[in-house]
């Protein structure tokens, strides 16, 4: 049937046959805010490339998490800055380094938290790098040593789902192992399968210091232009035994989303990483935009491509502003 029988405006013409046909929602259950963890007490650094976002002492985190558990955001995903880092990241490992530490914290002040840690070594090695150095190349096999160490240790510390982000091969079956040698059988992964080498991560490496001190991260990250192999990573993912699957960063490789979900019909996540949020802010800074609006629309198409779940700066204020439900 078609025009004039056919008016697509009649069930737009209200706002309760709009809601009614509405076919994505955003709710705050499928938001995950990222932090950023520092040693010390009462410290709150801004950081200039990612408005609204700070590094925070662990009292200060735990005070956010008992904030965003009150607005319903339910989950947050942790990124260390340590005081020393050395040449392999083993430093992220321990006891009493500053993730296990903040997990610690949340778990027994805010215990209905749902913490995840992201697990990479760039934040800990004195190179920038997501692992060990061999002849200026980052090798996988070793890397994937110190990746396992790492989970272990924030499992010890209670961590309710690791995420691991260094796109090294074989590192999801390598930390299934190492998780379930210790007993951790139930702890899921939610890797970052389909991770591009992207411009998009520029304000993080400030938020997170994280920055190669020389060369990029092109020979683990994937390139810009490729989707059949996204389709791979994310196959061999799951076949090493990926909980979750995840897309990264978000608005530039919605087709990757689609593509992703119809193909594998996994859980899946999609990174609305830190140069998209920065560009929002620095629009909306200049009045350019109307930030909630816009904010609200960027949540809606990456669940429309077929997210679950979405990690986002934005977590927090979307929760605020009643853009989620
Ligand atoms: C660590 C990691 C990065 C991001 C998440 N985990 C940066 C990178 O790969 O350089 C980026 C997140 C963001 O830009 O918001 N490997």
């Not at 390598?174 to 998009?200: C, E, V, W």
């Not at 998209?276 to 816009?294: H, L, Q, T």
């Not at 629309?297 to 009643?322: C, F, K, N, P, V």
């Amino acid at each position: 049937m078609a025009f004039p029988i056919t008016r697509l405006r009649r069930l737009r013409s209200n706002s309760i046959t709009r809601d009614m046909m509405r076919e994505t929602t955003v709710s705050a259950a499928n938001l995950i805010m990222p932090l950023f963890a520092v040693s010390g007490t009462n410290i709150k650094n801004p950081i200039p490339s990612m408005p609204g976002q700070y590094q925070m002492s662990i009292d200060l985190i735990v005070e956010k998490c008992k904030h965003l558990n009150s607005l319903g955001i339910k989950s947050v995903l942790l990124f260390g800055i340590p005081d020393h880092k050395d040449e392999t990241g083993e430093c992220a490992a321990h006891d009493h380094a500053i993730i296990p530490e903040t997990i610690r914290a949340i778990k027994a002040q805010v215990p209905e938290m749902y913490v995840i840690a992201d697990v990479c070594n760039c934040e800990y090695t004195t190179h920038g790098h997501c692992g060990t150095l061999v002849n200026g190349d980052v090798d996988n096999d070793s890397t994937l040593e110190t990746l396992a160490k790492q989970c272990v240790a924030f499992a010890k510390a209670g961590v309710d789902m690791v995420a691991p982000s260094d796109m090294m091969d074989g590192r999801v079956g390598r930390i299934r192992k190492a998780l379930d040698d210790n007993g951790f059988t139930n702890l899921p992964i939610m890797a970052y399968s389909a991770k591009y080498a992207s411009a998009f991560y520029g304000p993080f490496r400030d938020a997170a210091e994280s920055a190669p001190k020389f060369g990029d991260r092109k020979t683990y990250q994937m390139d810009p232009a490729n989707s059949n192999e996204a389709m791979r990573e994310i196959d061999l993912d799951i076949i090493e035994g990926a909980d979750i699957v995840m897309v990264k960063p978000a608005l530039p490789y919605l087709d990757i989303v689609r593509r992703a979900k119809d193909t594998f019909n996994m859980p899946l996540c999609a990174y609305n990483v830190s140069g998209e949020y920065s560009m929002v802010k620095a629009a909306a800074a200049n009045g350019w935009i109307d930030e909630k609006r816009i904010v609200s629309e960027i949540l809606l198409s990456i669940r429309r491509a077929g997210a679950d779940m979405i990690i986002t700066y934005h977590a927090e204020e979307a929760a605020q502003w009643g853009i989620v439900k």
